[in-house]
């Protein structure tokens, strides 16, 4: 359950606030195994193996997951197979097999072996956090985390997330937070860090498991190098390695966040969500204590859903004890 990657977006426009509209339009593609032609297939599953929804929903959070087939078929063994089919035209017709005709046999042999390639599977995890405003996705792969926010926009056009836009440039910040040896209030410099010269083939300098107030590290800032990445700690509770691209990795929740989670479920279930409410919650606070270190998001992108929409957040009725958005049924989108 807890995301060894993050990759987050704003939401720009009114989030879901309810489960069952975001579960019927997933359910619309559900995931279905590669065809015998088909080179890939992906689609909406369960996040966890107890559940039947394609969202689990906690609190203001909604958690889903994309499942993707691809098929193996690596080019050599293509190559090998048209290059026997060639021998043996031209032992047995005694004629050379020109290029258009090579093509096609290409075409031939490769719709042969795609039903009897191997298959590699892999699960994108994500989920949106209706108060907060974001969408949080368990990847460090930008192209990844992209196809997720594609399939959100066919299932439900137009889904408006878009990548944070802050004040001050991350590398910007990471460089003078590195120079001042000092990280921004409840954060604190970890033991790792990468800084690049800016010319073109400049030198890539990476750091591990060095003290980050250093002397040489400052050096290496005056003759002109800036961060790219460095690791930091939040609240002693979650250690991560921030880049320039607005990325964090290698995320790891410390001792404190797992015990507490393992304390508040016994069964698969209770535990499921135990650990999802916790993590989401820390993680949510990272990223706004993160944000709010560079300088906070700019103008177009700085209010939460709830804020542009204080009337209708005001305007809620009691469910089950829980408040439901009075504009739940139909979201407008902005």
């Keep these: 359950m807890w995301f060894k990657q993050l990759s987050f977006y704003r939401l720009t426009g009114e989030s879901l606030h309810e489960t069952g509209k975001l579960s019927q339009a997933l359910e619309k593609s559900p995931f279905q195994h590669c065809g015998g032609l088909d080179w890939f297939s992906e689609g909406w599953v369960a996040p966890a193996a107890h559940l039947d929804s394609p969202v689990f929903h906690a609190r203001d959070c909604q958690l889903l997951s994309l499942k ?3 098929k193996v078929l690596p080019a050599g063994v293509i190559r090998d197979f048209v290059d026997l089919k060639v021998q043996e035209i031209e032992e047995k017709e005694l004629r050379k097999v020109g290029r258009k005709e090579k093509l096609a046999l290409k075409e031939q042999i490769t719709d042969d072996l795609l039903p009897r390639a191997f298959v590699r599977t892999h699960r994108t995890t994500a989920y949106l956090d209706c108060r907060r405003g974001w969408m949080m996705v368990d990847s460090g792969t930008a192209s990844k985390a992209e196809a997720l926010v594609s399939k959100l926009r066919e299932a439900l056009p137009p889904f408006p997330a878009a990548l944070p836009r802050t004040k001050l440039a991350p590398h910007t910040a990471m460089t003078d937070w590195l120079a001042a040896g000092e990280a921004p209030f409840g954060f604190e410099l970890d033991a790792d860090c990468e800084l690049k010269d800016g010319s073109e083939n400049g030198a890539v300098i990476r750091c591990t498991r060095m003290d980050l107030t ?6 290496h800032i005056a003759t002109g190098k800036q961060v790219t990445r460095v690791g930091l700690i939040w609240q002693e509770k979650i250690r991560f390695m921030l880049t320039d691209t607005l990325q964090l990795k290698r995320i790891q929740f410390l001792d404190v966040l797992q015990e507490e989670a393992s304390q508040a479920g016994d069964d698969r279930e209770s535990l499921f969500e135990a650990t999802f409410t916790l993590m989401s919650e820390e993680l949510g606070e ?4 993160l944000i709010e ?3 906070g998001l700019e103008d177009s992108q700085a209010s939460t859903p709830s804020e542009r929409h204080p009337a209708k957040e005001a305007n809620t009725s009691q469910d089950n004890g829980q408040p439901v958005a009075a504009d739940a049924i139909v979201p ?3």
């Design 293 to 295: 270190a560079l300088g």
């Design 332 to 334: 407008p989108w902005d």
């Design 68 to 70: 993707r087939e691809d």
């Design 214 to 219: 250093a002397d040489e590290i400052r050096q």
């Design 286 to 289: 990272l990223v706004d204590a």
